[in-house]
């Protein structure tokens, strides 16, 4: 997957904000002021941070060689997905879903409440918990 197209897949998600707070070159995502996903390039290389749930965010950086520790992240939370890379393009779906769902689980209960009001647990990727 390219940087564009993955630009939009986290632009698809719902009540997604795009800020440019460390620079115009680190693109972050968030949901309801908290960040699931940090696309930027580095080395002339695209690379998305994903937040993970620890057991998950060890075993993708077994199977996948462009799935590393999150860069300036914290490591056991955060996977960092090199782009282009052996991660077919489900699977960084998948990861983004992933990590956009861990966010909301951790919003405030008034912020969930105001996001299911408004979108289905589907479109939430409630499932992905």
Not at 28 to 43: R, T
Not at 67 to 84: A, F, S
Not at 105 to 126: D, F, I, N, P, V
Request: neutral net charge; charged residues 25%.
């Amino acid at each position: 997957m390219e940087f564009a197209q993955l630009r939009d897949y986290l632009l698809s998600k719902p009540d997604v904000q795009e800020d440019f707070p460390f620079g115009p070159e680190a693109y972050v995502y968030k949901v309801q002021g908290k960040m699931f996903a940090l696309l930027y390039e580095k080395d002339g290389r695209a690379r998305v941070n994903l937040k993970c749930e620890p057991l998950q965010a060890q075993q993708l950086r077994d199977v996948f060689d462009s799935v590393v520790p999150g860069w300036h992240m914290n490591k056991t939370h955060w996977n960092t997905v090199l782009l282009g890379g052996d991660v077919p393009p489900q699977e960084l779906q998948r990861q983004v879903d992933h990590s956009y769902a861990r966010v909301f689980k951790s919003l405030t209960l008034a912020q969930r409440r105001y996001l299911t009001t408004r979108y289905t647990e589907a479109e939430l990727g409630l499932d992905q918990l």
